[in-house]
């Protein structure tokens, strides 16, 4: 870890990781009471991961949490008590015991999406997000998590895909935790570095270590930054480990001892607890005042969430249709004038033609096809084609490189 | 095929079906730089069916957005958009396409206003439909998926001023909507539109032709099929009433049991396939709320319980038609 925050960062960075994880202990106790109605998942050990991310957004910017990522919606401003609350099932809950977990999200004043547990879904809707404020002028972020696991799916990749071809203002976190339930990342993808994924979208991604809360955040706000550019989505793969079970019933019990010793040993803050000290931004009596702050905090946020009543019986048949205005006024914010979209300004002339394309050069100069099987095979004239070189892997990854003519013909069968 | 079901004030040359689906996209662009447009050749190509053509060049590259084939990524995107205030119509090349975004559409954009107070105003629209030798996956009628999902509101239109005025209905309500456009109707009925801004209430049927003897309630394609036996079952001197349904989800259980309480009996034509079609349904409400009016039984019209057969003799074959919608009234008349 570097220095080059404001102690005000280094220490919100901190209070936001300690509250993650003592709001989450105290939901394991919650549990533990039979006092939480369905399922309790956990970050501990990633919360790295979803605090140094989310403070890397502004108020503006746009989040979609997924089930680990409690601690991005500390960060985004939501009240402990709705998390107690929404997995009580209780009335006061974001969904007023609609729905559970991290499964709530709020339009109009934090700017967050509510996930499903369809895994994937949120890339492209937080696509949608990031097109739309771009659209209207807002100049916001969209910024969404995904797992190891999650990346496998279809959605993962039509969503990425179709973020980079609009180059909207998107960042997505991979978080790789190494399992999925129960299956190993190495038996879901034949990848070192799932950040390699980006790859095959033309988009630019990082690897950081998750478990470093200060790297996670560096690279989250170089991310944005570069998003909000106008430079297209980016992909975060943050490594790191799922300490306990899918959920609270799995004893997790398939997890290597050795690897669950390493990673515990790197716990995120143990880590930066540590380097605080070392750089004198954090002492015995700070440590403890902070320790003392999210215990009235919390102890106060729990009381409510238990003094509030479970919604009534017949509250299930309600809020299925929007009703109309009196339910919701739909209405955009417009950060810019509404002329620049609307005709005559608006209209363009419709052309075909992208630079270069069936006229056999690229638009970065290089051959670009006219029909397939004129182009040069890529490794016999690496520098023609710029970027869509593939570049031979310096690692070992126990595979030959595939020849060139395999790979002008795994074009040709794509078609 | 008959021309004019709605005369309504209105004016100029009539417009096909598909003429009435570009216009109402044109109009409520116009109206709203909030409506944007999303789909795979929608934009330079201007649409498989021509339903976009000359949006692009007047609304431009951030209105009439062209994809990669990935309609998950359409919906999930459009989904996005309204969270901000867009109200995007996203076109299906196909509606037989609109499963490929199944889960996206009916977890994702239909439960968002019951569990976290999100509406999302999108229209996902597309040419449906059998009678053009599209084959087992260009002609499906895939509505009733949709009708199951609470959340989601169905559109079926018959005419081109229903499926103009119900188009803009769509885009305006903060509903998820689904609107198919049978292909079959695209070019073949024309009528002349109003030339002011209208539309057509959603959740509404209409009485296409009065009658007293019989119900006969359809939609879509195969209520052009219906009129046409009712007109050979006037021949007879049985009078049917026709109705048209419109919008399948929400049903208009009121019109539907107002005619069914006057002519005591009922039968469903549909071009879905038969079994979970919306005539069971329908017999199922008429059981619960008309019981004691019916003199028959609920009688249905459908497609057989395959996939849609390519060759024109087996699509013939597994398609409602006037002859079997004859048949089947001509019997449930005798009760």
Request: hydrophobic share 40%; charged share 25%.
């Amino acid at each position: 870890m570097k220095k080059s925050l404001t102690r005000q960062q280094y220490l919100d960075l901190y209070y936001y990781m300690r509250l993650n994880r003592a709001v989450e202990d105290t939901m394991v106790k919650l549990f533990r009471q039979n006092k939480i109605v369905g399922g309790l998942y956990s970050s501990l050990g990633q919360e790295g991961i979803s605090v140094g991310t989310a403070y890397a957004l502004e108020k503006k910017d746009w989040l979609a949490p997924m089930i680990r990522n409690i601690g991005a919606l500390l960060v985004k401003g939501v009240p402990p008590r709705d998390v107690f609350m929404q997995h009580m099932a209780k009335y006061d809950s974001p969904t007023k015991g609609k729905d559970g977990t991290s499964h709530f999200g709020d339009l109009e004043n934090l700017h967050i999406v509510s996930p499903i547990s369809m895994l994937g879904d949120l890339i492209p809707v937080m696509t949608g997000v990031a097109m739309a404020g771009r659209y209207l002028g807002q100049k916001i972020v969209a910024m969404t998590w995904i797992g190891d696991g999650g990346s496998s799916t279809g959605v993962f990749h039509e969503g990425l895909n179709f973020a980079a071809t609009q180059k909207a203002p998107f960042v997505l976190i991979l978080e790789n935790n190494q399992w999925a339930y129960s299956t190993p990342v190495r038996r879901q993808v034949p990848l070192e570095n799932l950040a390699d994924r980006a790859k095959a979208y033309g988009i630019d991604s990082y690897i950081v270590d998750g478990n470093d809360v200060v790297a996670v955040y560096s690279t989250a706000k170089e991310a944005v930054d570069r998003a909000r550019a106008g430079e297209g989505p980016i992909l975060i793969e943050a490594k790191s480990f799922r300490r306990m079970g899918h959920a609270q019933h799995d004893p997790a019990e398939y997890v290597p001892k050795e690897m669950r010793k390493h990673w515990e040993a790197r716990d995120p803050i143990a880590l930066y607890e540590k380097f605080l000290t070392a750089e004198k931004l954090l002492d015995a009596k700070s440590q403890k005042e902070m320790e003392d702050k999210i215990n009235a905090l919390l102890t106060k946020e729990r009381d409510f969430a238990e003094n509030s009543p479970m919604p009534p019986a017949e509250f299930a048949e309600h809020g299925v249709y929007c009703t109309g205005d009196g339910c919701h006024k739909i209405e955009p914010q417009w950060a810019r004038p509404k002329s620049e979209v609307t005709p005559p300004k608006s209209s363009v002339a419709a052309v075909w033609r992208v630079e270069g394309f069936g006229e056999g050069k690229g638009s970065g100069g290089g051959i670009a096809p006219i029909h397939f099987g004129d182009t040069t095979p890529t490794e016999a004239n690496p520098e023609s084609e710029g970027k869509a070189a593939p570049k031979v892997s310096a690692k070992k990854t126990g595979k030959k490189p595939p020849p060139a003519v395999a790979a002008a013909s795994s074009r040709k069968a794509r078609r | 095929m008959a021309e004019n079901y709605a005369t309504n004030g209105a004016a100029g040359a009539p417009v096909t079906f598909l003429e009435a689906i570009k216009q109402a996209m044109f109009e409520e662009m116009e109206r709203d730089p909030a409506v944007v447009v999303i789909g795979e050749d929608v934009g330079v190509y201007g649409g498989a069916f021509k339903t976009s053509e000359g949006l692009l060049e007047r609304f431009g590259w951030d209105r009439v957005i062209d994809t990669p084939i990935s309609e998950s990524a359409i919906i999930g995107a459009a989904c996005g958009m309204s969270y901000l205030g867009l109200r995007p119509i996203c076109e299906m090349q196909f509606i037989d396409f609109v499963v490929c975004a199944f889960n996206q559409i009916t977890n994702f954009v239909a439960k968002g206003h019951y569990l976290w107070n999100a509406p999302a105003p999108i229209v996902i629209r597309g040419p449906s439909g059998g009678g053009v030798h599209g084959g087992p996956f260009h002609s499906a009628n895939p509505e009733m998926y949709f009708v199951h999902t609470p959340g989601l509101k169905v559109i079926y239109p018959s005419t081109p001023y229903d499926a103009k005025g119900l188009l803009k209905a769509a885009v305006r309500d903060n509903n998820p909507v689904l609107f198919f456009e049978h292909k079959f109707l695209y070019r073949r009925i024309k009528e002349q539109l109003p030339p002011q801004d209208y539309t057509v209430p959603i959740g509404k049927a209409v009485v296409r032709r009065e009658g007293k003897h019989l119900t006969i309630l359809s939609y879509a394609a195969m209520m052009h099929t219906s009129l046409e036996a009712a007109a050979a079952l006037a021949q007879e001197g049985i009078e049917a009433e026709v109705i048209d349904l419109r919008t399948l989800l929400p049903l208009d259980e009121e019109t539907i049991l107002n005619s069914v309480k006057k002519t005591n009996r009922c039968l469903v034509v549909h071009e879905d396939t038969k079994t979970g079609g919306i005539a069971g349904e329908i017999a199922a409400i008429l059981c619960e709320k008309a019981f004691g009016h019916l003199d028959g039984p609920l009688m249905r019209v459908t497609a057989l319980d395959t996939p849609v057969p390519y060759s024109p003799p087996l699509e013939d074959y597994f398609l409602p038609n006037a002859k079997k919608i004859f048949a089947a009234a001509k019997e449930l008349a005798r009760y």
